[in-house]
């Protein structure tokens, strides 16, 4: 009876993913041929590579795909780097990772809010340094949003990142053995020689696929750009909501081009993943 059960739970859990993976590829099937301008629905069915081409020849979409890429790769290794060193001080402090917990559940424009009423040149930080006579104008404040430094976007994405990093690291740290820590500090090992001798190595490929998680997010994602960000370079994602939010049916095909070009970004750092995971494998070999 409990092998038919398991069975049963596994074949119901395939029926799922598949499920899933069905819809994922019907979406992008049409999404693949709208860029390519087959869009029955507006009658356009002639297949061409204008639209990618309209599109690499527009210098404001390069500037958006390295503002795009700076955004995701300053903010995605910032994250890693404070999820490593935050999970690494809750570890060996015993603090309760609830500290972690509560910015993984706040959405990111919730924390986006939150920073500008407290770090805008009008906010509440800037007015009580005004107060205080250390500014002589909120203006002199400096500017995190708006710009196109993108600050304030990247610190957002880093600080939620950071604590998801950290929440994975720390799963990861509570599977080593006790043991190895103990007989690390018996031998005389620094708290450095701990972490990079007994804990590095079974984060290390965790590390880069965390890091790409992060990437693909940011990159993929407009809501926080479009809140904080600059008007002028746009990120990728904006760039799309934008064409697909045009009145014209006509600029739609342009809008799902962009979406492609983010979904071979994405899959280009899953074959990376792969590439550097089995690397990975055979030298630990």
């Not at 590390?207 to 746009?234: A, C, D, H, K, W």
Request: hydrophobic share 50%; proline share 2%.
């Amino acid at each position: 009876m409990g092998r038919r059960s398991s069975k049963l739970e596994s074949f119901l859990a395939y029926q799922g993913l598949i499920l899933i993976i069905i819809l994922i590829l019907i979406g992008l099937g049409k999404s693949l041929l709208i860029s390519f301008g087959i869009y029955d629905e507006i009658g356009i069915n002639t297949f061409t590579t204008s639209y990618y081409s309209s599109i690499f020849n527009d210098k404001t979409f390069i500037e958006s795909l390295i503002f795009s890429l700076k955004i995701s790769v300053i903010s995605s290794l910032i994250a890693l780097v404070l999820g490593v060193f935050l999970s690494y001080g809750i570890f060996n402090s015993k603090i309760f990772d609830i500290y972690l917990k509560i910015p993984v559940i706040i959405p990111h424009i919730i924390i986006a809010i939150s920073l500008v009423n407290l770090f805008s040149q009008t906010g509440i930080i800037s007015r009580v340094l005004y107060n205080l006579g250390l500014l002589s104008n909120s203006s002199d404040f400096y500017q995190m949003f708006y710009d196109k430094n993108a600050v304030g976007v990247i610190f957002t994405y880093a600080f939620k990142g950071a604590a998801y990093a950290a929440m994975v690291f720390l799963e990861i740290y509570r599977k080593i053995s006790i043991n190895q820590l103990y007989v690390a500090k018996n031998l005389g090992a620094s708290d450095f020689n701990e972490f990079y001798y007994v804990i590095f190595p079974y984060i290390k490929r965790e590390m880069l696929e965390i890091f790409l998680i992060l990437f693909n997010f940011s990159i993929s994602s407009y809501e926080v750009p479009l809140l904080i960000g600059p008007t002028v370079p746009r990120t990728l994602a904006i760039k799309s909501y934008v064409e697909f939010s045009k009145n014209s049916f006509i600029y739609k095909p342009n809008a799902f081009a962009i979406n492609i070009i983010l979904t071979v970004i994405g899959l280009l750092s899953v074959i990376l993943l792969l590439v550097f995971g089995v690397k990975n494998d055979e030298k630990d070999l």
